[in-house]
């Protein structure tokens, strides 16, 4: 019996549904300027997915893209703030 598709799943599972309220807290605590963080780290595991193998290659690549994806979900975040849905951090000012 085969597990690994099974823990493939949930391990992106879990990536996605702590990269959603990482997305809100990074926006509201530092802003849409934040988004080189993300980058970084999505490069970088994206990078570390080429000298791993196995599952550590695929976990690696799903947190990677997860990453690279969260740079538009700031800039997302920020037109929800705008918008009233989500509160503005510290510091942010609001456009009227």
Known sequence: MQITGIIIGAATFFTIGAFH?????????????????????????????????????????????SSLWSILELVKQRKRVERGWFPAGPGHEKKK
């Open 21 to 65: 309220p990482l997305v809100i807290k990074a926006e509201f605590y530092l802003g849409v300027g934040c988004w080189w963080l993300f980058l970084l780290l999505g490069v970088g595991c994206i990078a570390g997915s080429l000298f791993t193998v196995g599952i550590w290659s695929i976990i690696l690549g799903v947190v990677g893209f």
